[in-house]
């Protein structure tokens, strides 16, 4: 079978994704397991240098820098197609080639935060409401 | 999709334009979740005009493993896992919902990225499909709905670019009939070329300039579908102006050396030179070395004897054709050798890394022929 890759953007109007990329994962606190959607993570902060970050999750602050990946990553959604094909002569081809691949997006670069999370001794920053920035922690692997 | 850049930046643009001394909030999006249908594809900057031309595809059977093809070259696709977490941040208005969303929100945890490699097209199947059912005489009585290939069939079952499809379907000399691509069968071929050289000495045309409708029309009158007639043109000969065609010496000596090891298997050299130069018609000049790639030839005792052993019934990937050779003889020298291997391709690996990696060269001593062994 045949998956074509549609892509709408048209010449360089690939809409550009970000990544925030940190080792090891971020765990979300068992009272916030189940109601994680639209839970804040953490705070992104840009220092005043050019292109590093630091990214405060609970009481776990990492810094990072902002990288330019060497190759692009495209961004694909599998799109199944619900209109009807065209009857194939072969049966077990039927299911696959309903299926496209579009291009919804472009990754150029990264933030990424490569080292091991530093504890803050004191409270989070203060904005930040404080049930949300305490229910997540960074679990270094 | 395609609103309009509001006022205050948001979602993947506020994550990459924060400004010196300033943070944002990251959060989960609304629609936070696996996500299994968003993939990531890293892919080569020059590959990105294809993309956007949408002359990018997936090919491959359910059983096999995907390959992503350009119009001219094929890659491997591989899943590359990482252990970090991959935070996605989609554009605001990407997966925008009605109430007030969050300033950047995440909607994935990445597990990876699918990474591609070039390699050289999987042209074996394409093989095995026509052989199947090649184009033969008398087909028209028989049921022939089986077996047969139109253009897109094969652009579903074989895992190579249409460029490399296009050229295998060369290699293979098959040819278009009623939509199908198929391969004609040797015998069948003979058939049209020995009467395509007979009307040509009944009309006294000369092989070298023959006229294509005269020739064609003389093939339908034998019986003869026209497509088949052009064929056998296209297989045998080269256009050399508009409507002229001249039958090619060596392709020409080359067929009849296959039909006679086909009919009579191994021979005596000498009797099969005999034989070829008699078969070969008038003001050609067969040769052994025509034959490169599609004989082997073996001394037993005094006598030399010659054998039918073509390159193209051979496998594609370097693996299988090396082990194949090695089968066939234990050791060759490079004379040999070279005509079965000339044709393997594969991205990133010269032939003397081929060899490198499949045999082992023996040299006894500095000025002798170096001899390669299985490794």
Redesign the interface.
């Given at each position: 079978?045949?998956?074509?890759?549609?892509?709408s953007?048209?010449?360089s109007n690939?809409?550009?994704?970000?990544?925030?990329?940190?080792?090891?994962?971020?765990e979300v606190q068992p009272a916030f397991q189940d109601r994680?959607?639209?839970?804040?993570?953490?705070?992104?902060?840009?220092?005043?240098?050019?292109e590093t970050?630091t990214?405060t999750v609970g009481y776990h602050e990492l810094s990072g820098s902002?990288i330019p990946l060497k190759?692009?990553?495209?961004?694909?959604?599998?799109?199944i197609i619900k209109s009807d094909m065209e009857i194939d002569q072969n049966d077990?081809?039927i299911d696959?080639?309903r299926v496209e691949?579009e291009?919804?997006?472009i990754?150029r670069?990264?933030?990424l935060f490569k080292t091991r999370p530093k504890a803050l001794i004191s409270e989070p920053q203060p904005a930040?409401k404080e049930k949300v920035s305490a229910s997540c922690r960074v679990v270094a692997? | 999709m395609e609103k309009t850049e509001s006022c205050c930046t948001k979602?993947?643009?506020a994550?990459?334009n924060?400004?010196?001394?300033?943070?944002?909030?990251?959060?989960?999006?609304?629609?936070?979740g696996p996500h299994?249908?968003?993939?990531?594809?890293?892919?080569?900057?020059k590959l990105?005009p294809d993309?956007?031309?949408?002359r990018?595809?997936?090919?491959?059977?359910?059983n096999e493993d995907?390959v992503l093809c350009t119009k001219s070259k094929t890659y491997a696709v591989k899943f590359v896992g990482t252990?970090?977490?991959?935070?996605?941040?989609?554009?605001s208005?990407?997966f925008a919902i009605t109430e007030s969303p969050?300033v950047?929100?995440?909607i994935k945890v990445?597990p990876g990225?699918m990474e591609i490699v070039e390699i050289a097209p999987k042209i074996d199947k394409l093989k095995t499909l026509l052989s199947k059912n090649p184009y033969r005489y008398d087909e028209d009585d028989e049921m022939h709905d089986s077996g047969l290939y139109q253009w897109d069939d094969l652009?579903?079952r074989v895992q190579a670019s249409d460029d490399e499809l296009k050229s295998a379907l060369r290699v293979l000399s098959a040819v278009e009939i009623n939509g199908y691509w198929r391969i004609v069968d040797d015998k069948y071929m003979d058939q049209v070329l020995k009467t395509l050289i007979n009307n040509s000495i009944l009309s006294d045309w000369s092989l070298s300039s023959l006229d294509e409708n005269t020739v064609v029309e003389s093939l339908v009158e034998e019986g003869y579908s026209r497509e088949i007639a052009h064929h056998c043109l296209e297989v045998y000969g080269s256009k050399t102006s508009e409507n002229v065609w001249e039958m090619d010496n060596k392709r020409v000596c080359v067929h009849f050396a296959r039909r006679i090891l086909f009919v009579n298997g191994k021979m005596k050299t000498e009797s099969f030179m005999e034989e070829w130069i008699s078969k070969v018609p008038g003001g050609m000049v067969a040769s052994l070395d025509m034959l490169e790639g599609e004989v082997l030839m073996e001394n037993l005792g005094i006598q030399s004897w010659v054998y039918a052993f073509s390159v193209f019934s051979l496998p594609s990937d370097p693996a299988n054709r090396f082990s194949r050779l090695f089968q066939e003889r234990s050791k060759w020298d490079w004379k040999d050798l070279h005509p079965y291997i000339r044709d393997l391709s594969v991205p990133g690996l010269t032939s003397d890394g081929l060899l490198l990696k499949y045999t082992r060269r023996t040299q006894p001593t500095a000025d002798a022929e170096p001899v390669f062994t299985a490794r």
């Open positions: 079978m045949e998956i074509k890759l549609k892509c953007c048209g010449e690939c809409r550009e994704w970000a990544i925030i990329e940190l080792q090891g994962v971020v994680i959607q639209n839970l804040q993570i953490g705070l992104l902060c840009r220092t005043s240098s050019q970050y990214f902002k190759k692009p990553l495209l961004v694909l959604k599998k799109n077990d081809q696959s080639s691949l291009v919804i997006g990754i670069q990264r933030i930040v692997k | 979602g993947a643009e994550v990459l924060v400004s010196p001394n300033s943070s944002i909030p990251i959060s989960y999006h609304p629609l936070f299994d249908d968003i993939l990531l594809l890293e892919l080569d900057e990105l993309v956007i031309n949408q990018v595809s997936l090919r491959g059977e359910p995907a252990s970090n977490s991959v935070f996605l941040v989609p554009p208005d990407q969050p950047a929100s995440v990445a990225t652009v579903n």
